[in-house]
């Protein structure tokens, strides 16, 4: 069990107040007066995330150093979740304080609300995770919950400081979700029905994506698949969100934090198949992987034979010309199949409809030494695990995937 002592706490202003930090450094004098004068009454949740793999929390930046502050000041509702493998509240308080308190002066309750400030910045500083992984989402869940019964506030938001790559619980980031459409992740939670009700709260998000090693950096459109899935999140949910740009603040610490493991990031996504970019001269097509889903070249259920021969002759013809065409590049089709556990028959399957494929690209014109083919089963390096059988996600596991045979990806694939 986790040994944590509760403290006092305190965040955010304003919903529209949040959203001016997120575009600025720093309030001017003006700005202060402005946004002291509008405030009323806020709730305000920390989900801070101290565990391995992620950068320094950076809980000097404005967001967190003005917000705390203003927050104490107007008396407002703080709660703290730590995010880890198994999230655990460590503080819920008001800063409400008793009415012939408030008739002090206004330098005396600035500097008590100072001091306060300083004080939880510190101990929000000094958290550690006490469990291995991370689960952003039950984390999530639990600001909710400590918000949601409240009562006659101004406005309920939440803070997330972390880098949101999960690696526990329904939205585990090792089951290569960055490599899927953010709009499908959304739908498969939103069907089994894992998004928390977000109405009337707005989450601010600080330091989404800033990992450390081990993990392997994300490039700028897995950064951007991570955001979306996020902000789809709570915008499902109802609530509103907003992605702060502050930097992490990577220190030097004696801390130690429980081993999180790694999440692999698909260094080559397979596009989706577009019949019109195979009408081209350009050689660098297949540079990336095109794949060939259910909706291009549906196959009979459990079978490699064609569901309408017809519209699936129609959907490769034009890779097949384009493969003529350019009689340097020679080609691995790659089966896969839906579901998570592989067996003879999975493999067989997988390799029977890349084989199909293949058939139709010779029928076409190919030359068959030009074509290599592997089944792969549910064992492909984009396969999204946890999907099942049905559904969109689990339908794009089930697909033929084009290659250039040369390319890394290709050879990997082969020396397995």
């Not at 003005?66 to 800063?95: K, M």
């Not at 601010?204 to 392997?216: F, H, K, T």
């Not at 950096?217 to 951007?224: I, P, Y």
């Not at 970019?277 to 050689?283: I, R, S």
Request: proline letters at 3%; one cysteine or more; glycine letters at 6%.
């Amino acid at each position: 069990m986790k040994m944590r002592f509760a403290s006092l706490f305190t965040t955010i202003c304003l919903a529209a107040y949040v959203v001016g930090l997120a575009g600025c450094g720093s309030r001017t004098s003006a700005e202060k007066t402005s946004a002291e004068e509008a405030s009323g009454m806020n709730a305000v949740c920390y989900a801070i995330a101290p565990t391995a793999n992620s950068q320094g929390l950076n809980m000097s930046s404005p967001l967190v150093r003005d917000t705390i502050y203003d927050t104490i000041l107007d008396y407002g509702y703080i709660s703290v979740v730590v995010v880890d493998g198994n999230p655990e509240f460590v503080a819920a308080d008001s800063y409400d304080i008793d009415a012939k308190y408030k008739k002090a002066s206004k330098e005396k309750l600035k500097t008590d609300a100072r001091a306060k400030a300083t004080n939880l910045i510190a101990y929000m500083e000094s958290q550690v995770a006490n469990d291995a992984q991370v689960d952003y989402l039950e984390g999530l869940r639990m600001a909710v919950r400590s918000l949601s019964s409240l009562e006659g506030y101004d406005s309920k938001t939440i803070v997330v400081i972390g880098t949101g790559l999960s690696t526990q619980g329904t939205l585990n980031f090792q089951n290569n979700l960055l490599s899927v459409e953010p709009e499908a992740v959304l739908d498969q939670l939103e069907e089994k029905n894992e998004i928390p009700d977000f109405t009337g709260i707005t989450v601010v998000w600080q330091q989404m994506g800033d990992v450390a090693s081990p993990q392997e950096d994300l490039s700028q459109t897995q950064r951007k698949r991570l955001q979306e899935i996020w902000g789809g999140i709570v915008e499902r949910g109802g609530g509103t969100f907003v992605y702060n740009d502050i930097m992490a603040n990577p220190v030097d610490t004696e801390v130690s934090y429980p081993s999180v493991d790694t999440v692999e990031l698909p260094m080559e996504t397979p596009i989706g198949f577009d019949e019109a970019m195979f009408d081209t001269e350009d050689e660098s097509i297949l540079e990336e992987p095109v794949m060939l889903t259910e909706e291009q070249v549906s196959f009979v259920s459990d079978k490699s034979t064609y569901l309408n021969e017809e519209e699936a002759v129609a959907t490769i013809q034009p890779i097949a010309d384009y493969l003529i065409e350019h009689e340097q590049i020679t080609v691995l089709l790659a089966g896969t199949t839906a579901g998570d556990e592989d067996s003879d028959y999975t493999m067989t399957l997988s390799q029977e409809r890349a084989d199909a494929v293949r058939d139709t690209l010779i029928q076409l014109g190919v030359e068959e030494s030009r074509i290599v083919t592997v089944g792969l089963g549910s064992s492909d390096p984009w396969h999204v695990y946890g999907a099942g059988y049905e559904g969109s996600i689990a339908s794009g596991n089930r697909k033929v995937v084009l290659l250039d045979a040369s390319s890394d990806t290709a050879k990997d694939i082969l020396s397995e």
